[in-house]
């Protein structure tokens, strides 16, 4: 059976020929925010680092810029 399949796949392969993927997610482009997963407690309050960017050809959240923001109270 391992045989057929092998077989199988090096024929499917000279069919379809090979190719390099090139398409990009659909939300590229549009903009994306996270917070890292640092934190402390200061003055009462909870700081965290917060980034900003837009969403890559990938998916992956790029071109960002990141401070520290007050979240809440500790």
Sequence with gaps: MKT?????DRLLGRA?????AGACVPEQGNSCSYY???GHCSGG????????GTISCTGSCA????????????
Aim: net charge positive.
């Design 36 to 38: 890292k997963s640092d």
């Design 45 to 52: 309050y909870w700081w965290q680092t917060y980034c900003s």
């Design 16 to 20: 379809l020929g090979t190719g390099t």
């Design 63 to 74: 071109n960002t810029s990141c401070y520290v923001r007050k979240r809440g109270t500790c």
């Design 4 to 8: 057929i399949s092998k077989w199988g």
